[in-house]
């Protein structure tokens, strides 16, 4: 059994098809140069319809709060897209045929950009997979929360170590509009020890109502989760400047969004009768991602936070405190 997921494409007599989302993510954590790297290849309307649009992301933070990378956009009949591989021009993301890991190329030289990667993953199959209510549909989320990291990855013309970095992969998909008043908080915290932390949660675009969260900790090749009374999320918030905006046409359309009220700091806290923790990310940089819905108008606005954080834990009444790289999704 693999522990990916495939693209979950509408069929012609679905009568939500027009609001279909899909995406496959890939974060890779890199902590002798201290680098969180996001790939992302998403689809945005029914295969079938020529105003769909295929979108492909990558870039990096660096420890500094400085973001490279771009984005590709483009239709489906321009692109390569089975159930589980999305190839764009300078950007793809594919399961292996054999279903044992996944493969990303990212090349855009003039983005300071140029990755190779194979991602295996370190837990067994079918770890999370989750669907809950989203706007004026739904939203399904899947995930492969840790995994090892192979190839190469050059910023700016430098490569760098992958000695010791480790991936996180999800897939995404379900029926809504960009637009609507809808949004997320998502996060991926790769720390040392072989612990990873995943929080999201549905929200408004205000962040007023918020879904119950779900939280899990990995030890090793132990999943450990956290019912919703089980998690304490506290954000601390100010205004941030996005350094890296995608695309640049939309941005220059929108520049009333560039600085945004988002976390500063966030701090997570778990209890349960299998572990007890307390990780604090603070936000080295913020890049945004302004997504345009192709069926109809409307705008999302994905900011994405990097930085670095630290864990304190109890697991099994074995004590551990130790550091890490994190992501946090802060959509608008």
């Not at 837990?123 to 995930?143: E, V």
């Not at 956290?226 to 905006?245: C, G, N």
């Amino acid at each position: 059994m693999t522990a990916f997921d495939a693209l979950r494409p509408p069929v012609t007599s679905d009568p939500t098809a027009e609001a279909y989302k899909d995406w496959f993510h890939l974060n890779i954590f890199v902590p002798e140069s201290g680098h969180v790297v996001l790939i992302n290849l998403s689809l945005h309307g029914p295969p079938w319809d020529r105003r769909t649009r295929v979108v492909g992301t990558a870039l990096a933070c660096d420890v500094q709060g400085v973001w490279t990378g771009g984005i590709e956009i483009t239709s489906m009949s321009d692109s390569s897209v089975s159930l589980q591989s999305v190839f764009l021009k300078s950007i793809s993301l594919a399961v292996s045929r054999d279903g044992t890991a996944l493969h990303t190329r990212v090349q855009r030289p003039d983005d300071g950009f140029e990755v190779e990667i194979v991602a295996q993953p370190l837990l067994p199959a079918g770890a999370l997979d989750l669907t809950a209510k989203f706007g004026s549909g739904w939203i399904g989320w899947s995930a492969v929360p840790v995994m090892s990291v192979s190839g190469y990855l050059r910023i700016d013309g430098q490569e760098l170590s992958l000695d010791g970095a480790r991936a996180y992969h999800d897939h995404n998909w379900g029926r809504w509009f960009w637009g609507e008043d809808v949004a997320w908080e998502w996060g991926a915290f790769a720390l040392d020890q072989d612990i990873t932390v995943v929080v999201a949660r549905g929200t408004d675009k205000q962040h007023f109502v918020k879904q119950p969260p779900q939280v899990f900790l990995v030890y090793g090749k132990r999943v450990i989760g956290f019912t919703p009374d089980q998690i304490e999320i506290s954000l601390e918030m100010e205004p941030i400047v996005a350094s890296r905006r995608l695309p640049g046409v939309l941005a220059a359309i929108h520049p009333d969004r560039r600085l945004s009220d988002l976390p500063r700091q966030l701090v997570l806290r778990g209890d349960n009768p299998n572990a007890r923790f307390e990780l604090v990310f603070e936000t080295d940089g913020a890049a945004q991602l302004l997504l345009a819905e192709p069926m109809r108008p409307g705008m999302g606005f994905i900011n994405e936070v990097a930085g670095r954080c630290k864990l304190s834990c109890v697991i099994d009444q074995k004590s551990i405190k130790t550091t890490g790289l994190g992501v946090f999704e802060y959509v608008t």
